[in-house]
Each structure stands twice: as structure tokens, then as C-alpha cells.
């Protein structure tokens, strides 16, 4: 009888350590299970703005417990954008990915996002997405489309006004620039609504669509009392185009007034900084969604994100030269350019 209750306990315990191990195997398996997740840029990849997406999603995802692959394809929509251009993309990537499991895909602005939209179905049928930088989104667009959640792009036009007042209280005008693009005239849009809701009684100038020259002599020609804010400028009406960050320069330097952004890649030498948009922080937020996904969340459950991630970045030595004081700054600013200090750095 006891070598019988013996034996039956030594079963017993063999099978617990069997499945205990299995259970050990199963998880090491599922946490060393590679995932593969693709990246659709709508823009060049070598923009600042593409570059900081990239480099959030990777930064993210580098993070995660299992192994993730990440793929990456940059549609260069500012060269092309047809109709045409679009349905030979959606040739290309069905015929390249046919054979490939996709977890996720992350999509950064308005083309690429609008693309998906269209040929998502077509190309990766029930691969969930995740977006960010897409200007005016509305949930309508998405409705009647399985797995699209994001971040909605906010422009913190707004906080930045309040910023300018509380800096410059005898500010009379704001000259907010913007190109006449697709996301120019977005951003645009986006602040004239905002524009309503402002009680500081400050005059908002919108810049015209004029050739950057003149552009340029009107705002060297801005009243003391008034302020630039960078929107978001590529190209001009005579088809002079640069990157944002280059345009953004020019027209920030002939300046005679301080400076403003609310992009992250606008803050040059000439400019004091902002409320800004920034593509590493959206690259990192639909990165941090992906994961989300990938751990087993239902991507329906997961609502799109309405409050940005945006936040206060500025350069030092502007602040400096207007003597602006660094305690008004909005909480977890960064502040840039700032001259390192051993003090700082070891006390």
C-alpha cells in the first residue's frame, strides 16, 4: 500500500514538473516569437520629421519582451502623389508582402494614411493599423474600416498663444506662416478654428500664398509689437521647395521680432521654441499602441488617441537674448542649446 501511494505520488509529480516545464517553454517560446510590424511613411525618409517617426517606432519597439521585426518603406509623397502613382504602390506592396505576416502596421501622415484607407483591404487584409500625424482626422473616415485606431495630430496653437502673451504682454499681432499645401492648409484650417476660442485679444495674421521672397520682406517688415509662429512651409507658389527645416530658417532669420513654432523641426537658431509637435514622440506613441496589439489587446478596443503628444521645447539661447524666464515655461519643458555645467551635471 505505501509503495503503491509512493508510486502514485512520484507520477503526480512527474507530471506537474512535465507540465510546469511546458508551460515554462510555451512562454519562453511566445515571448521569442518574432514578430514583424511595418512601417508606411508618407513622406522621404530623409525629413527630419520622417527621421524622428523612425526612430520613435524603433526606439519603442527595441523595448518590447518578444522580438519584433520591424519593415519600413517611405512613399515620398511630397515627389508624387497621383492617383495613378497610388495604384501602382498598392501593385508593389501587394506583391512584395503577399508571402509576409504583418502584426501591425504604423502609418505616419495624411497620404499614407488616406492610402490605407483605400487599399488597406486589398494589400493586408485584417492587419490592424495604427496612425499618426493625420491632420483634421474625423472617426467618420474610419467608421467602416476593421483595426484603425492612432493618434490624432493636435496642434497646440492655443498653449503657444498663451506662451507669446504671457512672455510678450504687449504683443498686438501674431503672423502664423503656413505653406498652401495639403498640410499647410490643414494646419491652417485647424488654428482658424482655435482662433475662436482665444480671449487674448490679439490680432491672428495668416501669411498669404506668395512667392517666399516677398514672404520673406513682409515679415522683416512686421511691427515690435508683433510675433512670427511657424507653421508648417515646404514649398512656395513658384514651386521653390526645400525641407521644412531649411524654409523654416529662411524665413525665421530675417525675422526682426521673436520667433515661435509648433513643430519640433523648426526649432533653429533663430527660433524661441514652442508647444510643438514632435515626430519622435508620435513614432514612439503608435509604437507603444502596436505593442499593445501585439500582446493580445483587440485593436477595436483601443480608442484613437484625441490628446496628441505634444509638448514645450526651446532653445536657451533664445531665451536668453529676450530675457524670458525659464520658471514660466510649461511643466517637463526641455530646453535646448543650453551650456553644459559641471555644476549642474555633478551637484
Same mark, same amino acid.
Given at each position: 500500500?505505501?509503495?503503491?501511494?509512493?508510486?502514485?505520488?512520484?507520477?503526480?509529480?512527474?507530471?506537474?514538473?512535465?507540465?510546469?516545464?511546458?508551460?515554462?517553454?510555451?512562454?519562453?517560446?511566445?515571448?521569442?516569437?518574432?514578430?514583424?510590424?511595418?512601417?508606411?511613411?508618407?513622406?522621404?525618409?530623409?525629413?527630419?520629421?520622417?527621421?524622428?517617426?523612425?526612430?520613435?517606432?524603433?526606439?519603442?519597439?527595441?523595448?518590447?519582451?518578444?522580438?519584433?521585426?520591424?519593415?519600413?518603406?517611405?512613399?515620398?509623397?511630397?515627389?508624387?502623389?497621383?492617383?495613378?502613382?497610388?495604384?501602382?504602390?498598392?501593385?508593389?506592396?501587394?506583391?512584395?508582402?503577399?508571402?509576409?505576416?504583418?502584426?501591425?502596421?504604423?502609418?505616419?501622415?495624411?497620404?499614407?494614411?488616406?492610402?490605407?484607407?483605400?487599399?488597406?483591404?486589398?494589400?493586408?487584409?485584417?492587419?490592424?493599423?495604427?496612425?499618426?500625424?493625420?491632420?483634421?482626422?474625423?472617426?467618420?473616415?474610419?467608421?467602416?474600416?476593421?483595426?484603425?485606431?492612432?493618434?490624432?495630430?493636435?496642434?497646440?496653437?492655443?498653449?503657444?498663444?498663451?506662451?507669446?502673451?504671457?512672455?510678450?504682454?504687449?504683443?498686438?499681432?501674431?503672423?502664423?506662416?503656413?505653406?498652401?499645401?495639403?498640410?499647410?492648409?490643414?494646419?491652417?484650417?485647424?488654428?482658424?478654428?482655435?482662433?475662436?476660442?482665444?480671449?487674448?485679444?490679439?490680432?491672428?495674421?495668416?501669411?498669404?500664398?506668395?512667392?517666399?521672397?516677398?514672404?520673406?520682406?513682409?515679415?522683416?517688415?512686421?511691427?515690435?509689437?508683433?510675433?512670427?509662429?511657424?507653421?508648417?512651409?515646404?514649398?512656395?507658389?513658384?514651386?521653390?521647395?526645400?525641407?521644412?527645416?531649411?524654409?523654416?530658417?529662411?524665413?525665421?532669420?530675417?525675422?526682426?521680432?521673436?520667433?515661435?513654432?509648433?513643430?519640433?523641426?523648426?526649432?533653429?537658431?533663430?527660433?524661441?521654441?514652442?508647444?510643438?509637435?514632435?515626430?519622435?514622440?508620435?513614432?514612439?506613441?503608435?509604437? =507603444?499602441?502596436?505593442?499593445?496589439?501585439?500582446? +493580445?489587446? /483587440?485593436? !477595436?478596443? $483601443? %480608442?484613437?488617441? #484625441?490628446?496628441?503628444? @505634444? *509638448?514645450?521645447?526651446? =532653445?536657451?539661447?533664445?531665451?536668453?537674448?529676450? +530675457?524670458? /524666464?525659464? !520658471?514660466? $515655461? %510649461?511643466?517637463? #519643458?526641455?530646453?535646448? @542649446? *543650453?551650456?553644459?555645467?559641471?555644476?549642474?551635471?555633478?551637484?
Amino acid at each position: 500500500m505505501i509503495r503503491y501511494l509512493f508510486f502514485c505520488i512520484s507520477i503526480l509529480l512527474v507530471t506537474v514538473t512535465v507540465l510546469v516545464s511546458a508551460g515554462i517553454a510555451k512562454s519562453f517560446e511566445d515571448k521569442n516569437q518574432q514578430e514583424s510590424v511595418l512601417l508606411l511613411n508618407s513622406y522621404d525618409q530623409n525629413m527630419n520629421w520622417v527621421k524622428g517617426i523612425t526612430r520613435g517606432v524603433l526606439d519603442t519597439l527595441s523595448k518590447a519582451e518578444r522580438s519584433v521585426s520591424v519593415r519600413i518603406e517611405n512613399m515620398d509623397t511630397k515627389m508624387i502623389s497621383s492617383s495613378e502613382y497610388y495604384e501602382m504602390y498598392s501593385t508593389y506592396l501587394l506583391s512584395k508582402y503577399k508571402d509576409v505576416s504583418l502584426s501591425v502596421i504604423l502609418v505616419s501622415d495624411n497620404n499614407a494614411y488616406d492610402f490605407l484607407r483605400k487599399y488597406r483591404d486589398k494589400i493586408f487584409p485584417a492587419v490592424p493599423v495604427v496612425f499618426c500625424g493625420v491632420n483634421n482626422f474625423d472617426p467618420q473616415q474610419t467608421a467602416h474600416l476593421e483595426y484603425f485606431t492612432g493618434v490624432e495630430e493636435i496642434i497646440s496653437f492655443k498653449d503657444t498663444v498663451h506662451l507669446i502673451s504671457t512672455y510678450h504682454p504687449e504683443t498686438t499681432e501674431i503672423f502664423v506662416i503656413n505653406d498652401y499645401l495639403a498640410t499647410g492648409r490643414a494646419w491652417a484650417e485647424n488654428i482658424k478654428k482655435d482662433v475662436h476660442n482665444l480671449k487674448s485679444g490679439i490680432k491672428i495674421k495668416f501669411s498669404n500664398d506668395v512667392p517666399i521672397k516677398k514672404l520673406q520682406s513682409e515679415i522683416s517688415r512686421l511691427s515690435q509689437t508683433a510675433i512670427v509662429l511657424l507653421g508648417v512651409y515646404y514649398s512656395d507658389n513658384h514651386g521653390y521647395s526645400s525641407t521644412y527645416e531649411a524654409i523654416g530658417e529662411e524665413l525665421a532669420k530675417v525675422s526682426t521680432v521673436p520667433v515661435y513654432c509648433l513643430a519640433e523641426f523648426n526649432i533653429n537658431q533663430y527660433v524661441i521654441g514652442g508647444i510643438v509637435i514632435s515626430g519622435y514622440s508620435e513614432g514612439s506613441a503608435i509604437a =507603444n499602441t502596436a505593442l499593445k496589439i501585439i500582446d +493580445g489587446i /483587440d485593436p !477595436q478596443t $483601443l %480608442p484613437v488617441s #484625441s490628446t496628441g503628444s @505634444n *509638448r514645450g521645447i526651446f =532653445n536657451y539661447l533664445r531665451l536668453q537674448q529676450y +530675457g524670458l /524666464d525659464e !520658471q514660466l $515655461l %510649461p511643466a517637463n #519643458s526641455i530646453v535646448i @542649446n *543650453r551650456p553644459f555645467s559641471l555644476y549642474e551635471e555633478y551637484y
